[in-house]
């Protein structure tokens, strides 16, 4: 493999990875406040490019409205489905949560297909997004610039919001504990919803990139993407949200690596997420930069 | 009291024995199948059950196990012409080739090679809890398709396997049915049944009393994979076509689905709901476009499925002990119903 | 020979060192208790005993045999049983289930025997049954056995906790805060429980708790941890005379109490 290859397969994996990572961050939020795999987050993401693929083909208006328009409309049905699946069964046993959020998943992915149809739906991509730009002996989409930059940017504007604001300070008391955190004057159910809302809203634009890059949506769509970038999410360690961007980048980067460097072995590219899964849960079940919790007895 | 018990218990499988063998000769092809689909749900409802419910390991891998077990029960029972024509890419590899196996040999081969696979899937994922047990399974499941799907020279790959001899008929179905209920009853009500559940009801209190938890939950795992391999052999058979898709996720929610419904720690739960869900897909078939699949290779296809999600959020999110809860019939509960005749002021107490 | 020894054993939770040198040594038939105010760490200490936690450091020895670092379920087969500060039953199982399940560990039949019902299982079965009725009788719980665990009033539920650890025949038995939430008269009640059962089952007991009527009256040997240091051990003459001990405990307790 000569170096452009490689930088050609780097630049590619870095790209992956960050859609990856957009993804994880809701994941890693949510397990990080409600100790609860949200199943349906990878529905949302689906969702989210239907949105904006009805905003832009049905209703003609300008991408960046559209975009916009529908990464706000997700968050609130992030918030529809905590309301609806999760809030009930706050104190229910694990397995009914789970359920519930398996549940929730199909519903979304069922409802798709009734609403919007099982056939996959092209997705247009503005030109502005799709020129070819050529580095050195490289030549990338202008796209897989964009988006490790706009993950990056979300990424610091998150990682603020949580530590900086007074929002991101109900989260993280929500998170060590609901019932202290009641206490201390914090609206848990609000500080729950609004984390489904950020989250779902950053899945969103992970949706609409992965639309723009691979333009084909269809109601499955979410369902690989959304278990692998929960895998992505417990590498970088669960409830960590610089964690679960590690994670993604890794998982994106050591998927095109595979099939790059070992061909024989593209089929068995979807099982590489689940295989460094279980790697990871063995030997370091607390992820990356998870920090260990051993139950109170 | 014991022995009245087991008297009406062999006169109930004496009377289902007379209803198949009357349904084997009168029932039309479409209404046998969706028996046939009723007791093979009932088999995987059960054996997952065992693992969910009785256990309490949340495993999300059944439609893995379901896939090994249909599989080798394939593989050994297809005949050689047939195996032939299925493999024109690659040649089958030996000695799986050459060998055509009896049904029933066949389908324990399917249960014991799942039962394996637990086996080797258990040593790492049973030393996880919870949502990071099922996400594992769930993986673990994922893998085993997509292995499928890449050996080509053994499953034949994503092209999938036709012509698989279709064995499966109401005797077969029935019969394995009730041997499981039986196993899974004596298994839950003895000395590892108990351990199971006090694994389930709190793990470090079961491990304090002196409960290997590594080595009950694989024999869990191993045992409800094992009915798991037989009912995809079974259900294989009944297709006469299986291929790596079928495997999919979808199969272990559609399992799922029935012991929520029928109550996560009841076997006569489990077993009404897997008949009720399972004829309620197939009445409720006409919501969806016209589709002859069989009911496990069904994609998702609509307003049916839409029903199906929102019945499963249902019950989780109103009724979350499903029909019976813990509950289980028993003739003696039946016949004191029988007995507060409510003609008879103040009945029996 | 000491029955059990503790040596230097240590539990740290990240920065937290919740249980900081802690020695210990247990002898034949003695009652030895464990006091401290809450957060002392005493708890930790069972945790490590019984295998719930593997110590950051130090070791522990059982009949001279070194137990650090094995899993709960092999301390309670060698012979150390405990019960739980909050209650830890099975709750949706019945009274009998509770104790037979703790009887588990000495059934020698394999799974495939008790599902077919092989003679050799029947037998043990038969037996196990039998025992745990017998035991539950001698603790009071035998008009009981059917009810679900849960359904049972607070005080009984603790001396079915007691009696499950007992049903694992065990020579050291644990007990962390056995009167909590008692009043004077269930607590009159309990130790005279305690004591009946230390003659009855011939056992060695290790006792947590804050009752200073219970733990004066029937130990033989007292140990104060305070911020996981052993600040005294000896007899509850010489714990009750302790200035340390009365800086750090008593003082307190007596006005919590
Ligand atoms: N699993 C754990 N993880 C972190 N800290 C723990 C854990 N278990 C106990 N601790 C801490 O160790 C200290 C001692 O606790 P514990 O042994 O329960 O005290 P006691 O039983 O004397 O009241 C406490 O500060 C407690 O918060
Ligand atoms: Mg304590």
Same mark, same amino acid.
Request: net charge positive; with cysteine; proline share 3%.
């Given at each position: ?297 | ?159 999938? $396997?036709? =012509?698989?001899? *279709?064995? @499966?008929?109401?005797?077969? !179905? ?8 039986? +196993? &899974? ?75 929520? $419904?029928? =109550?996560?720690? *009841?076997? @006569?739960?489990?077993?009404? !709901? ?8 197939? +009445? &409720? ?65 | ?257």
């Amino acid at each position: 493999m000569t170096l452009d290859v490689f930088l050609q397969h780097i630049t590619n994996g870095i790209s992956l990875g960050s859609l990856y990572a957009l993804i994880a961050i809701g994941y890693t939020m949510v397990y990080g406040i409600l100790r609860l795999i949200n199943f349906a987050h990878g529905d949302i993401f689906m969702m989210a490019t239907y949105f904006a693929f009805y905003g832009v083909v049905i209703f003609s208006l300008p991408w960046y409205f559209v975009f916009v328009f529908a990464i706000i409309l997700t968050g609130i049905l992030g918030i529809i489905v905590e309301k609806t699946a999760y809030k009930t069964l706050r104190d229910a046993p694990k397995i009914s949560i789970l359920i519930s959020a398996i549940g929730a998943s199909y519903l979304l992915e069922n409802l798709a297909v009734v609403i919007f149809g099982g056939r996959p739906k092209a997705f247009p991509t503005p030109d502005l997004f799709n020129k070819v730009v050529q580095v050195g002996n490289i030549s990338v989409q202008r796209l897989t610039f964009i988006i490790p930059v706009v993950t990056v940017a979300l990424l610091f504007m998150l990682l603020y919001l949580i530590n900086k604001t007074k929002s991101g300070m109900a989260m993280r008391a929500v998170s060590k504990d609901h019932e202290t955190a009641r206490l201390m004057g914090v609206d848990v159910d609000k500080t729950i919803s609004f984390t489904f809302f950020i989250g779902s809203m950053l899945a969103a634009v992970g949706g609409i990139m992965w639309a723009l890059k691979f333009p084909q949506i269809q109601p499955l769509m979410g369902v690989i993407p959304g278990l692998k970038c929960f895998i992505a999410a417990v590498i970088g360690g669960i409830g960590n949200v610089t964690g679960a961007v590690v994670g993604g980048f890794i998982l994106g980067i050591g998927e095109i690596m595979l099939v790059a460097l070992l061909p024989s072995l593209t089929g068995y590219r979807d099982a590489f997420a689940f295989i460094l899964l279980i790697v990871i849960l063995i030997f370091k079940p607390t992820g990356i930069m998870g920090e260990k919790i051993s139950e109170k007895v | 009291m014991k022995k009245r018990n087991l008297i009406l218990t062999i006169i109930s499988i004496i009377v289902l024995a007379i209803f198949i063998f009357y349904a084997d000769s009168n029932f039309d092809a479409y209404q046998v199948r969706i028996l046939n689909l009723c007791a093979i749900y009932t088999i995987l409802g059960l054996s997952m059950n065992l693992i969910n419910g009785f256990t309490g390991l949340f495993s999300l891998g059944h439609a893995g196990f379901m896939a090994v077990g249909a599989y080798t029960t394939a593989l050994l029972t297809m005949s050689l012409a047939a195996k032939e024509q299925n493999f024109f890419m690659q040649p089958l590899v030996a000695p799986l080739n050459s060998i055509v196996w009896p049904f029933l040999p066949s389908l324990l081969a399917g249960g014991l090679m799942a039962a394996f696979v637990a086996y080797l899937i258990g040593a790492p994922a049973l030393r996880l809890k919870g949502d990071y047990l099922a996400i594992a399974t769930l993986g673990f499941g994922e893998i085993i398709r997509v292995i499928f799907t890449n050996t080509q020279n053994i499953t034949n790959g994503a092209l999938g $396997l036709k =012509g698989i001899p *279709s064995s @499966t008929n109401l005797w077969w !179905s029935f019969g394995i049915a009730i041997v499981t209920i039986i +196993v &899974l009853l004596s298994l839950i009500n003895s000395s590892y049944g108990r351990a199971f559940k006090a694994i389930r009801e709190d793990e470090i209190a079961a491990e304090s009393m002196g409960i290997n938890l590594f080595k009950h939950k694989s024999i869990s795992f191993m045992i409800g994979a094992f009915f798991a391999g037989v009912g995809g052999g079974l259900l294989g058979s009944l297709l006469g076509t299986i291929d790596p898709l079928m495997f999919r996720f979808l199969l272990t929610f559609n399992i799922l689905l029935i012991i929520v $419904l029928g =109550g996560m720690s *009841s076997v @006569t739960g489990t077993i009404i !709901s897997a008949f009720v869900i399972t004829i309620a897909q197939e +009445v &409720l078939r006409f919501l969806d476009e016209p589709m002859n699949f069989g009911f496990a290779v069904v994609q998702i296809t609509g307003l049916r499925m839409v029903i199906f999600s929102a019945l499963l959020m249902v019950v989780v999110l109103f009724y979350r002990n499903g029909l019976m809860g813990s509950r289980e019939f028993s003739w003696d509960k039946l016949i004191k119903l029988f007995k507060r005749n409510p003609l008879v002021k103040g009945g029996t107490k | 020979m000491s029955l059990l020894k503790a040596d230097q054993i240590t539990m740290q939770f990240g920065g937290l060192t919740a249980v900081n040198n802690f020695n210990l040594e247990l002898n034949k038939n003695e009652i030895v208790a464990l006091i401290g105010p809450n957060g002392a760490g005493k708890t930790t200490a069972f945790n490590m005993i019984t295998g719930v936690y593997n110590p950051t450091k130090g070791k522990i020895y059982f009949e001279g045999k070194d137990i650090t670092g094995l899993r709960p379920d092999q301390i309670t087969s060698l012979g150390i049983a405990r019960t739980f500060q909050n209650i830890r039953l099975f709750k949706e199982l019945s009274v009998l289930e509770n104790v037979l399940i703790a009887n588990h560990l000495n059934v020698k039949s394999n799974v495939f025997e008790a599902i077919f019902k092989l003679p050799r299982y029947m037998k043990e079965e038969k037996s196990m049954i039998s025992k745990s009725i017998e035991l539950l009788d001698k603790v009071g719980l035998g008009d009981l056995k059917y009810e679900k665990s849960s359904s049972l009033p607070y005080g009984k539920q603790r001396r079915l906790e007691i009696a499950r650890a007992l049903a694992t025949n065990p020579k050291i038995l644990l007990l962390d805060e056995p009167a909590a939430g008692m009043n004077p008269k269930e607590t009159e009640d309990l130790t005279s429980f305690i004591k009946e059962i230390k003659e009855q089952f011939d056992l060695t007991i290790f006792m947590i708790e804050h009752h200073m009527q219970v733990v004066m009256g029937i130990s033989n040997v007292i140990y104060v941890l305070d911020y996981g240091i052993t600040i005294a051990q000896g007899s509850p003459y010489d714990i009750q005379n302790n200035q340390k001990v009365i800086e750090a405990y008593l003082g307190v307790s007596e006005n919590d109490a």
